[in-house]
Nanobody
Framework: QVQLEESGGGLVQSGNSLRLSCVFS????????MAWFRQAPGEEREFVAG????????YYGDSVKGRFTISRHNTKSTAWLQMDSLKPEDTAVYSC??????????????????WGQGTQVTVSS
């Protein structure tokens, strides 16, 4: 059974950076695509970034392109989300997700069967 554990959230000022980590266990990490989603209070869950396991291609949500970077290290079974130039509107609970799906574009929530518990990111103005 795949388990995901996020860390790295917190309170930061606008313009600063944070790096979120997602530690994967329970299966072969290198065969899983990874993604980050976020959900702000009263809003639907939003796709942030995804990384396909087969070719390393990354996809980003329009609101974070050029500011966020998703990466992974297969030996460490860990994925990261580097968030730069943070804005107050980036405030949300960020969750990582994993599945053996091959990404051919920005994925949907239903493409992922395994989810972490989420980590809060709050950006103050």
């Amino acid at each position: 059974q795949v388990q995901l554990e996020e860390s790295g959230g917190g309170l930061v000022q606008s313009g600063n950076s944070l790096r979120l980590s997602c530690v994967f266990s329970g299966s072969v990490f290198s065969r899983y695509s990874m993604a980050w989603f976020r959900q702000a209070p009263g809003e639907e869950r939003e796709f942030v970034a995804g990384l396909s396991w087969n070719n390393g291609r990354a996809y980003y949500g329009d609101s974070v392109k050029g500011r966020f970077t998703i990466s992974r290290h297969n030996t460490k079974s860990t994925a990261w989300l580097q968030m730069d130039s943070l804005k107050p509107e980036d405030t949300a609970v960020y969750s990582c997700a994993a599945d053996r799906v091959i990404l051919v574009g920005p994925p949907r929530e239903i493409d992922f069967g395994s989810w972490g518990q989420g980590t809060q990111v709050t950006v103050s103005s």
